[in-house]
């Protein structure tokens, strides 16, 4: 199970994701942010990864979907709070890490 709590605030959108992104949870992603991204043009993303337990292969390409849709509008996109479980699963996605969302806040600066 995956849940995925959205906060957009000053121009930037913050996806604080809790349980497992697998092959069954992905569509989350896939079918409704990624389409919320390119529709409303957003340029900045930031994935928080605190309660996020699990990721596979898929949930991994579901993460590279939202960057080249936020590649798309020009923008930019960062991780936040990776757990070093996941660190190395997630290192091949090639995404700027900071260590808080006020940080990127910070690295933003919109």
Do not use: Q, W
Not at 47 to 55: G, R
Not at 66 to 91: F, P, R
């Amino acid at each position: 199970m995956l849940k995925m709590d959205l906060e957009y605030s000053r121009g930037i959108l913050f996806v604080r994701l809790d349980g497992k992104l697998n092959r069954t949870t992905t569509y989350k992603i896939n079918n409704y942010l990624v389409p919320v991204l390119l529709k409303h043009k957003i340029k900045y993303l930031v994935y928080n990864l605190y309660n996020l337990h699990d990721i596979d292969e898929e949930g991994i390409d579901a993460i590279l979907n939202t960057k080249y849709a936020i590649k798309t509008n020009k923008g930019l996109i960062y991780l936040c709070e990776v757990n070093k479980s996941l660190s190395k699963k997630i290192h091949k996605l090639h995404i700027k890490k900071t260590e808080t969302e006020l940080s990127a806040f910070k690295v933003i600066e919109v």
